[in-house]
Structures are given as structure tokens and as C-alpha cells.
């Protein structure tokens, strides 16, 4: 993910979440994190047992997200230098003797870097897959008020990941729909459903037809998802297993050498290390397909 991509990304978190945006650049977002976000991102697990305990308002916290380090230290150096020649200027008799300050009330915001890879933006990662991870949405219909009921047919979409490990790695993503009333599967559903008007609330006067059985429905996604990782280039499978027994050409005779030039009582010792380490190697090299799910839903659609 790029800069823009991770901006993005962060803000729709904070909308989803009703956070409060107070400043918003390129370069950063200052957000006051609303209760949900702030249980989500803080960590401050004995603050949230505090106040479900006692009841009392809950304070957030102020969070700094920064996309691009560089630029954001720019201008906030620019930005101290412009306010401290503001106070200069402004600092007069009565401002010295009774206090006054124009950052009297300003809260403290924490900064956290956002950048692909970092902690904080992991956290976000974490958060969404957990709490994204199912969804049951209704297509909107076109008409406002109908007379007679809408149809819809239900769709179990899923999203799967398909990582190929040896010792290089890589993955793939597809995104399969089956009908829930015909057992007709799509790819690409994803895509397909970012174009409609859903939301999560069944609209009035609308009925859904009858299902077929949730395990049917697996059981078919997890049949095509097979035959299409079966179809699939398997060089690379290959080319793995070479460097695997490459590897081990070179590690049997390093080890060889060692037992050649030990003592007896020490081969032994040896012999561990050296199936320990050809363990370690099949581990590393051998070709391997996992299949996982991201994220699945219901989508209710119109016929």
C-alpha cells in the first residue's frame, strides 16, 4: 500500500467509527477518537473497566495518524516557529501577570506513524479483520415504494486467500459468490457488489426465496476454490523442490565434513544438529498451498 492508499484506508476507519475529524491533511489526520475507536486502539484496557465500573463520562483520546513523517515534521517545525513569533507578539503586560496563553485548553494529541508495516496501522488491520469479517447486506431496490413484495436471492460471497510458501512467498486472492436458491457460483463477486446500493437493514415489502443448506453452499465454494488451485502453474512447486535438494546436497556435505574431522564421542552431537538442520530445511523450502478465509457475508440481491 502506498501513502494515499493508507490515508484512505485510515480515514474510512475513522468515519465507520464516528470518530471526530479535527484536522485533516495529506500528510496527517488529528482525530478524537470516538468510544468505540478508542477501546479498539488505546489499549487502555483498566481506564474502560473504570468506567463501565462507575459510570463516568468517558474521555478519548486525541491521535496524530501521520502518512508521511517528512513532510509532517516540516510543518509542524514551520508551524512552532509561526506560533512562538505569534506569542512574542501578543505577549504582553497582562498576559505575563495573569496567565492568559492562546493554548490554554488545547488537548494533547499523540502521534502515531502510519506508515505500511507500522505497528499502529497493523493494529487497524487486526481491528477491521475482526470485526469485518462477516456482513449481512441487502440490496437496495430502485423503487422507494412498490405494491407488490421484491424477490430476493441470497448470495454466501467469500473472499479467500490462497498463499503458495516455500522458500519464497505468494499470494493470490479470489472472491466467489454462490447462490443460496440456484447454487450458480460467480468470481469476482467482490467487485461485482461494490457496484450496488446495500445496506444492512432488510428494506419493507421485500421476502427472500428459499436456501439451499449452508454446508452445501461450503462445500461447493471449497470444490471450486480446489479445482482452481489444481489448474494452476505448478513450476514454481518445482523449482522449490530443486533448490530443496540443492540445499540439502550442500548441507550433507558440510556436516559430512564435520563428522569426517570429529572425535567419536562428538558425532553424535553432530548427527542431531545435522537432522535438526535438514528439518529446518524441508520447513524452509518445501512447497506448500494453504487456502484461508479473509472475510465472508450474506447478500440479499435482487432477482
Not at 474510512?12 to 488529528?30: F, M, R, T
Not at 465500573?53 to 517545525?77: C, H, I, N, W
Not at 493554548?103 to 469485518?132: A, C, P, W
Request: aromatic share 8%.
Amino acid at each position: 500500500m502506498n501513502k494515499e492508499q493508507v490515508h484512505e484506508y485510515v480515514m474510512k476507519y475513522l468515519e465507520s467509527k464516528q470518530c471526530q475529524i479535527i484536522e485533516k491533511a495529506p500528510d496527517h489526520v488529528v482525530a478524537q477518537l470516538s468510544p468505540e475507536a478508542d477501546r479498539e486502539l488505546t489499549n487502555r484496557h483498566y481506564y474502560w473497566n473504570f468506567v463501565e465500573r462507575t459510570g463516568a463520562p468517558p474521555e478519548t483520546m486525541r491521535l496524530t495518524f501521520v502518512f508521511d513523517a517528512e513532510t509532517y515534521e516540516q510543518t509542524k517545525s514551520k508551524n512552532k516557529q509561526q506560533e512562538k513569533e505569534s506569542m512574542s507578539q501578543s505577549d504582553t503586560i497582562l498576559g505575563r501577570y495573569l496567565g492568559i496563553s492562546p493554548l490554554s485548553g488545547n488537548q494533547r494529541s499523540i502521534q502515531q506513524d502510519m506508515t505500511y508495516g507500522s505497528q499502529k496501522l497493523e493494529q487497524v488491520f487486526h481491528v477491521v479483520g475482526q470485526k469485518g469479517r462477516y456482513v449481512n447486506l441487502y440490496e437496495v431496490p430502485n423503487k422507494t415504494s412498490v405494491s407488490e413484495s421484491i424477490a430476493y436471492m441470497s448470495w454466501l460471497g467469500v473472499n479467500f486467500i490462497v498463499e503458495f510458501t516455500c522458500d519464497l512467498k505468494r499470494s493470490e486472492i479470489h472472491s466467489l459468490g454462490i447462490c443460496l436458491s440456484t447454487g450458480e457460483i460467480r468470481t469476482q463477486f467482490h467487485e461485482s457488489i461494490l457496484k450496488k446500493d446495500l445496506t444492512a437493514k432488510m428494506p419493507p415489502n421485500t421476502h427472500v426465496r428459499p436456501m439451499i443448506s449452508l454446508d452445501r453452499a461450503i462445500s461447493e465454494l471449497h470444490k471450486n476454490i480446489v479445482d482452481k488451485v489444481k489448474v494452476l502453474d505448478q513450476g514454481w512447486a518445482v523449482r522449490a523442490h530443486e533448490r530443496l535438494r540443492e540445499e540439502i546436497i550442500r548441507i550433507e556435505t558440510y556436516y559430512s565434513n564435520l563428522v569426517d574431522a570429529a572425535e567419536e564421542e562428538d558425532k553424535n552431537e553432530i548427527n542431531i544438529l545435522f537432522k535438526n538442520r535438514l528439518e529446518e530445511i524441508r520447513q524452509q523450502y518445501e512447497p506448500k498451498i494453504q487456502v484461508s478465509i479473509i472475510n465472508c457475508g450474506f447478500f440479499s440481491l435482487l432477482i
